[in-house]
């Protein structure tokens, strides 16, 4: 995998989750604050922005992190399977909420069988106890793992989810658009004063010397040019 989501604290990760539901959702995404029994679950009201755009209404987002410690994806999707019978108990029948949609995140790869599975979890729980909500989906490693790509803003929050060549780039383009910017700031202002520049026998034969040595030297006293004469000898470098 490209982004180290299992060595996540669990909490750590319903806050990455938190956020990567923002983009795929909307930034009005909220916790839920229950009880000692309800947990912490994330609610939306209204459309998708990226995620099932089509569906609207009462959304619920349950997070569950499966630990790194145990490597077996089969076991971890049974574990999955279980966890989603029980946080559907809680939600619809032991504190009685209504939810249009209801989404489970989870840091696993979501395969073709578990999301199947779940499906048919979600159907069945909802045809024995009357439960009318409509939809039901997975978000796995995939969906956030594209989140990911789209934010350096995640990369920067959560920076163990990356290698360390991939940290060391992201930081070399942070610097690089800083020197960018100062670089243009440096242009626009040569350019403006260009046409102010008077063209002098000390600024050609420093011109000349330039393109023999690597470096020269510029002396003079006070306010007889110097820098502005090094500025568009570099300028035209």
């Avoid at 930034?27 to 229950?34: A, N, Y």
């Avoid at 000390?202 to 030297?217: D, S």
């Amino acid at each position: 995998m490209k982004y180290n989501l299992n060595d996540l604290h669990w909490q750590q990760f319903e806050i990455f989750a938190f956020r990567c539901l923002q983009k795929l959702i909307s930034p009005s995404i909220k916790f839920l604050e229950g009880g000692k029994d309800k947990g912490r679950d994330i609610i939306y009201a209204g459309k998708s922005r990226e995620f099932q755009p089509a569906w609207s209404g009462d959304w619920i987002f349950q997070v569950k992190h499966k630990s790194s410690k145990d490597s077996n994806q089969k076991k971890n999707a049974l574990s999955l399977l279980s966890d989603l019978n029980i946080e559907l108990e809680k939600v619809f029948v032991k504190n009685h909420f209504t939810f249009t949609n209801y989404v489970l995140v989870t840091n696993l790869t979501i395969t073709a069988d578990i999301n199947d599975k779940a499906q048919d979890v979600f159907i069945t729980f909802c045809q024995k106890n009357g439960v009318e909500a409509k939809n039901f989906s997975l978000i796995g490693y995939r969906h956030l793992e594209s989140c990911i790509d789209q934010s350096i803003d995640l990369k920067w929050s959560f920076p163990n989810l990356i290698s360390h060549p991939d940290f060391e780039l992201l930081c070399r383009i942070i610097f690089n658009s800083i020197i960018q910017n100062r670089n243009l700031g440096w242009f626009r202002n040569i350019i403006k004063y260009r046409p102010y520049f008077i063209y002098t026998n000390f600024y050609e034969e420093a011109n000349r010397k330039l393109l023999e040595y690597h470096a020269i030297l510029l002396t003079g006293p006070p306010k007889c040019g110097k820098t502005f004469n090094a500025e568009l000898l570099v300028f035209n470098f």
